[in-house]
């Protein structure tokens, strides 16, 4: 690594110690985030559904067609 080069603190990759591969802010003393832009674009958009999201039929123990007629059920009534 060379004084003109980075290492993000996520990937722990080198990069050179650009606005190109890190973005800029004023809250540190370089002035270049800690995250390269492909990790922070990785941190902005947050975990995928799947692993923050588990199926309600999982939560609840009935089996999925229960509850979908509960569903059917609780929509219906408000219809009418």
Not at 35 to 42: F, G, M, N, P
């Amino acid at each position: 690594m060379t004084s003109d080069e980075k290492i993000c603190t996520k990937c722990r990759e080198s990069w050179p110690n650009t606005t190109e591969f890190y973005r800029r802010t004023s809250s540190r003393k370089k002035h270049l985030q800690g995250y390269c832009i492909a990790c922070l674009s990785d941190y902005n958009r947050g975990p995928a559904p799947t692993e923050w999201k588990t199926p309600i039929s999982s939560q609840s123990g009935l089996p999925a067609t229960a509850l979908q007629g509960i569903f059917r059920s609780l929509v219906m009534g408000a219809r009418a």
